[in-house]
């Protein structure tokens, strides 16, 4: 009878609860406590990836061991892509619900997304010079990686041109969603153009082309990289709250900033 | 392990340049993102103490008792 009388009731407050994590001041001490975690995490797996990667992996019989640049270019590519949809879906969801957490979201993936996508260019360009004989071509992979090295950038310099906060994260938010377009671009090129860029090496639908030991030391590299990206966006989202809401009564209270 | 020598591994058949160049520069610009965050939260906490001791006089927080 009881039971009843009960379920609307812890109904409504698990809701309640849900919401309350989308305020800053919620937010704030849950990122603090998983952040401890989440560098640890990322750097065993980051440490366990280079094991087997640089030392534990056998060389590739066509590119020789040129082909372990791929434990880094890899994840990296696959986090600056990654980290641009949630970049724009959080700025999208802050335009929408005008919730000031998912804007500042959004703004902190964006330094650690511009990183991957540099990272990821950086090295194309070394492991393109032993297997193609150039550093660079103007190719659609590569030249809408770089469009998106620029996304990122003009969303930063976007945000960090207008003073009022509110207005930065709505131009922001602008920019990161026309800039999306570009990802499923990207993705694609290599099916859709001509390319002097190899086609995907792990694919779900068929048998991954290569060892079982690359393929650890790969998927270990993209668990590292993954949890990074995470945890950077995290911190930075931190110091984004405390600037923000500097003036609050519960930052002033916080004991970290006595 | 797939080494024999550490000269092999450092020379990595002749790609040395490359795949070390890629890994260094990574970790530079990853370890360099690392510092840039510590830096900002430690900046982030200053403006924090700042913003208290601008306004300590509304609160009068930090007012001695008149005497």
Same mark, same amino acid.
Request: proline fraction near 5%; glycine fraction near 6%.
């Given at each position: ?70 434990? !880094? ?39 650690? #997304? ?26 659609? +992979? ?11 950038? #003009? ?46 090496? !792990? ?34 989202? +931190?110091? !984004? ?18 | ?17 490359? $795949? ?27 403006? $924090? ?19």
């Amino acid at each position: 009878m009881s039971h009843a009388a009960t379920a609307p009731k812890t109904e409504a407050s698990k809701r309640w609860h849900w919401f309350r994590l989308a305020s800053p001041q919620q937010f704030y001490p849950l990122a603090g406590r998983l952040l401890p975690w989440l560098w640890g995490l990322a750097a065993l797996l980051a440490l366990a990836g280079l094991a087997v990667g640089l030392l534990i992996a056998p060389t590739d019989f066509q590119q020789g061991d040129s082909y372990r640049i791929i434990f !880094i270019h890899v994840p990296a590519a696959w986090m600056s892509m990654l980290m641009y949809v949630a970049m724009a879906f959080w700025a999208a969801l802050g335009l929408v619900l005008n919730t000031r957490l998912s804007s500042m979201m959004a703004t902190a993936l964006a330094p650690t #997304g511009a990183l991957m996508t540099f990272i990821a260019l950086w090295t194309g360009a070394l492991w393109g010079k032993p297997t193609w004989g150039t550093w660079w071509v103007w190719d659609a +992979r590569l030249t809408s990686e770089l469009l998106l090295l620029f996304l990122y950038l #003009g969303f930063m310099a976007l945000q960090a041109a207008a003073d009022d906060p509110r207005r930065a994260d709505r131009a922001g938010a602008i920019v990161a969603l026309v800039g999306v377009v570009n990802v499923p671009i990207i993705y694609f090129s290599v099916q859709w153009w001509n390319t002097l860029h190899q086609g995907s090496t !792990i694919n779900l639908t068929r048998a991954p082309s290569m060892a079982s030991s690359m393929l650890t030391g790969l998927l270990l590299m993209v668990f590292a990289f993954w949890v990074y990206g995470i945890a950077a966006a995290l911190q930075r989202v +931190r110091a !984004i709250i405390l600037e923000r809401e500097k003036h609050t009564d519960w930052v002033q209270q916080l004991q970290e900033a006595r | 392990m797939y080494w024999n020598a550490w000269p092999d591994f450092w020379s990595m058949g002749g790609y040395g340049l490359y $795949v070390w160049g890629s890994f260094a520069v990574t970790a530079i610009v990853l370890g360099a993102e690392l510092m840039l965050l510590t830096q900002r939260r430690r900046q982030a906490l200053a403006e $924090v103490r700042n913003q208290r001791l601008l306004h300590a006089d509304d609160s009068g927080e930090f007012n001695d008792p008149p005497p």
